[in-house]
C-alpha cells in the first residue's frame, strides 16, 4: 500500500508540472477483482483493491486523459478491458470518481461514476455525507436515520446525493426501497470522531449476491470504513391484561417500569436474532427476582415490526397470562390518504367476534381470542363500530371510532376487559407512539314526540343541561335513530321550540342510562301538568332498527293515549295480534309479512269496535318498526 501511495503521489507531481490541475479521489467500487488503472498509458494506480480508495490527488486539467482499466497482473495498458477515452477535467473543480458496474455484464457494464461537486472538508463542525447509490441491480433506495426521517430520497444506481451536513455522531442507517417503509439493512455509521471532514458514503455489491450488498465510507484521506451491519426489529407493547400495573424485565434488566393495564410503548429498537427473556412483576418490584412469569428464549427477526400484548389472567387456567404477538405491526399507513387499521381480540371470555361499520359493512370476521386481523386501509372519518357474536345479529356494543386525523397513520383497535364482568369489555386503539384511545361506547336511539298537550306540540330536547340534541320535533313525529353516549346518566330536558339556552328548559323529563349492545325507542309521552297521566319518557330498550328476518317486518305497539283503556288489536282476517295493552306499555315485536293490513281496535275484552286503521307495511321487509296509539279518545288531539 505504501509503495502504492508513492507512485500515486509521484504521478500526481508530475501531472501538476503540467499546469491546471483538478482534485480526484478514485474509488473502486466495482465487484471485480484487483485492478490497475493507466492514464494516458502510464500505470496510474497498481494493484488497486474492490471497496478501497486514493485520497484526493491533483490530476491535470484542460486537457484529454484517457483512462484505461487492466486486471491487476497486467504488464502494460496494452491488456485493459475497459477504457474511457476523451475525459476532460475542469481545475475549478473538486471530483469524486467511483468505478462500477460489472466486467461484461450487459444490464450493469462497468462504468465511472463521478461527481464533480466533492468536498475534501467540511469548512464547519458538521461531517459532510455524501451518498452514491453503487449497488447494480439495486433498486431505488431511500435512507433514513434510524428513529427520524428520511436523509435521502428516491437515490437510482450511479447517483450521488449531494452532501448532507450532520453533527459527528453515531448514526443507524436504515436503507429502504424508494417509497416502502421496509427496512432492506441497517448500518451503523460512527462519525464522532470526523467533525470537520467531508465523506463519500457508498452502497456496495449485490443484492442477495456475491460480494454481499454493505455500506461503505470513503474518506478524503482514502482511508475506507465498512459500516457494520446491525439488526433491529421494532417492537410495541400493550398492557391488556385486567391485572395490576407490572414492571417488565428484558435479560434481567428493567425494560418498563410502572406499566399500566390499557397502556403502551411506542414503538422502540430491539435487539434481533438474540434470545431475550421477558419477565413481568408487579410495579415496585426491586429486581427480576419479583417476577410473576417470565418467558424465555423470545427471538425477534430483523426488519419486522412486531406487536405484542400482554394479555389474559395471572393465576386463570382458561386464560392464563400471556404474550399475543403479531410481527406485521405497522408504523405508519401504506396510502398517505388512508388509514391502516388491525384488530386484537384480548377480551378473556369472550366469543368470537364479528365486526360492522354500522349498519352493515363488515369488517372484521370471526375474530377469535387472542388473534389479530390483518391491517386495512380505510378511508379516514367516523366509524360505528358495532361487535357481534361470530354469526349474530345481536349486538355486544357499539363504539365510535374517529379515525378524522389519522391519514396515512396505521392503528390497532383492541378489546380489552370482560364481557360482564370487571373490568368491563371496552375497545381501544393504540396508536404508534403509544398513544392509547378508548373508543366511547354508544347506543342507537330514536325519540318520538307523543305528548299531545298544545303547550308542547313543537319541542325542543336538551341533554344534561348542556347540548340540544333534538330542534323542533312536532306532535306525532320521530327523529331516525341517532347513536347517545351510554354508561352514564343523560338527563333529558324539554323546551319549547327555538330555544337558546339551557335556561329555557321547561320540563325535565328524566334520566337514562344507556346500556351496551341495546337499541332504544324513546316516546315522550303524557301531559304535562296532569297527575294521571304525567308527561313522562316511555322507554323500549329491547327496540329494533331491522327486522330479524330480512323478507318480513318487525312491529313494536306502544300505548300513548291518555286515558284510553287497555286495548286489543286484531288484524282482519288473521286474528288477534296484541292482548290487554296498557296505557304507557310496549308490546313485543311481531316478525309479519310486509303487506298491508286492517287493525281493528278493542276495549280489552269487549266486542266492540273503536276504530279500524290502515297498516301500509309492504315497503318495509328487513326494516323494523313501532306502531303507536296517540291523542285522546273523544278529545281534541282525537
Do not use: C
Not at 370471526?366 to 389479530?372: D, K, M, P
Not at 348542556?466 to 346518566?489: C, H
Not at 323546551?495 to 334520566?511: M, R, Y
Amino acid at each position: 500500500m505504501r509503495k502504492f501511495y508513492a507512485l500515486l503521489a509521484a504521478l500526481s507531481l508530475t501531472f501538476s508540472l503540467i499546469g491546471q490541475t483538478a482534485r480526484v479521489q478514485v474509488i473502486h467500487n466495482s465487484p471485480s477483482p484487483t485492478v490497475d488503472v493507466y492514464a494516458n498509458g502510464a500505470l496510474l494506480l497498481n494493484d488497486f483493491v474492490f471497496r478501497t480508495a486514493t485520497p484526493f490527488v491533483d490530476l491535470p486539467a484542460g486537457v484529454e486523459i484517457d483512462l484505461a482499466v487492466a486486471p491487476g497482473t497486467s504488464t502494460s495498458v496494452n491488456d485493459a478491458i475497459a477504457t474511457f477515452d476523451n475525459i476532460v477535467l475542469d481545475e475549478t473543480k473538486t471530483y469524486v470518481i467511483s468505478a462500477a458496474g460489472i466486467v461484461g455484464d450487459n444490464d450493469f457494464p462497468f462504468t465511472l461514476q463521478v461527481t464533480d461537486a466533492g468536498l475534501e472538508a467540511s469548512g464547519s463542525g458538521l461531517v459532510q455525507v455524501n451518498v452514491l447509490h453503487g449497488s447494480p441491480g439495486a433498486p431505488n433506495v431511500d435512507v433514513a436515520v434510524r428513529g427520524s426521517g428520511n436523509i435521502v430520497n428516491d437515490l437510482a444506481y450511479g447517483n450521488f446525493s449531494g452532501y448532507l451536513g450532520v453533527p459527528a455522531s453515531v448514526y443507524d442507517l436504515d436503507v429502504k426501497a424508494a417509497g416502502s417503509s421496509t427496512v432492506v439493512a441497517t448500518f451503523t455509521a460512527d462519525l464522532s470522531a470526523l467533525s470537520g471532514q467531508a465523506i463519500t458514503v457508498f452502497a456496495s455489491g449485490i443484492l442477495g449476491g456475491s460480494p454481499a450488498f454493505g455500506l461503505f465510507a470513503a474518506l478524503a484521506d482514502g482511508t475506507v470504513v465498512e459500516l457494520p451491519q446491525v439488526f433491529y426489529a421494532r417492537a410495541q407493547i400493550v398492557h391488556n391484561s385486567p391485572s395490576p400495573t407490572v414492571d417488565i424485565y428484558a435479560n434481567g434488566n428493567l425494560f418498563i417500569d410502572d406499566f399500566e393495564f390499557r397502556t403502551a410503548t411506542p414503538f422502540v429498537d430491539l435487539p434481533a436474532g438474540a434470545e431475550i427473556d421477558l419477565a413481568v412483576a408487579l410495579a415496585n418490584s426491586t429486581s427480576v427476582a419479583d417476577a410473576l412469569v417470565t418467558f424465555e428464549n423470545i427471538v425477534f427477526e430483523a426488519n419486522k415490526s412486531y406487536v405484542v400484548f400482554a394479555n389474559g389472567i395471572v393465576g386463570d387456567p382458561d386464560f392464563p397470562f400471556t404474550l399475543a404477538v403479531t410481527d406485521a405491526g405497522q408504523e405508519t399507513g401504506t396510502d398517505p390518504d388512508l388509514v391502516d387499521i388491525a384488530v386484537f381480540h384480548g377480551s378473556p371470555g369472550a366469543p368470537a367476534v364479528d365486526v360492522f361499520d354500522f349498519p352493515e359493512f363488515q369488517l372484521v370476521d370471526s375474530l377469535t381470542y387472542g388473534n389479530f386481523t390483518p391491517y386495512a386501509s380505510l378511508p379516514v372519518g367516523e366509524y360505528i363500530l358495532d361487535v357481534r357474536p361470530d354469526g349474530s345479529d345481536n349486538s355486544v356494543g357499539y363504539f365510535l371510532a374517529d379515525l378524522s386525523d389519522l391519514n396515512g397513520s396505521a392503528a390497532v383497535v383492541f378489546a380489552s376487559g370482560q364481557l360482564g364482568g370487571d373490568p368491563g369489555f371496552d375497545l381501544l386503539a393504540v396508536l404508534p407512539d403509544g398513544t392509547v384511545a378508548t373508543l366511547l361506547p354508544i347506543a342507537p336511539v330514536q325519540i318520538i314526540h307523543n305528548s299531545p298537550a298544545p303547550i308542547a306540540e313543537t319541542v325542543d330536547i336538551w341533554v344534561n343541561n348542556v347540548v340540544k340534541i333534538v330542534d323542533d320535533l312536532s306532535f306525532r313525529n320521530a327523529e331516525a335513530y341517532t347513536f347517545y353516549p351510554a354508561r352514564f346518566p343523560l338527563t333529558f330536558g324539554v323546551a319549547a321550540a327555538d330555544s337558546q339556552t339551557p335556561a329555557d328548559i321547561l320540563i325535565n323529563a328524566g334520566t337514562l342510562v344507556l346500556e351496551d349492545g341495546k337499541t332504544y325507542t324513546v316516546i315522550a309521552n303524557g301531559i304535562p301538568g296532569n297527575p294521571t297521566y304525567p308527561f313522562e319518557l316511555a322507554v323500549n330498550s329491547n327496540a329494533r332498527i331491522f327486522s330479524s328476518s330480512d323478507d318480513q317486518v318487525d312491529v313494536a305497539a306502544f300505548h300513548g293515549s291518555p286515558g284510553a283503556p287497555n286495548v286489543d288489536v286484531d288484524a282482519r282476517g288473521i286474528g288477534n295480534l296484541i292482548d290487554n295493552l296498557a296505557y304507557g306499555d310496549y308490546t313485543g315485536y311481531l316478525n309479519i309479512d310486509p303487506d298491508l293490513y286492517f287493525l281493528e281496535i278493542r276495549a280489552d275484552g269487549s266486542p266492540d269496535l273503536v276504530g279500524t286503521f290502515v297498516a301500509n307495511v309492504s315497503g318495509l321487509a328487513g326494516l323494523s318498526t313501532v306502531i303507536f296509539a296517540s291523542g285522546q279518545l273523544g278529545q281534541d288531539p282525537a
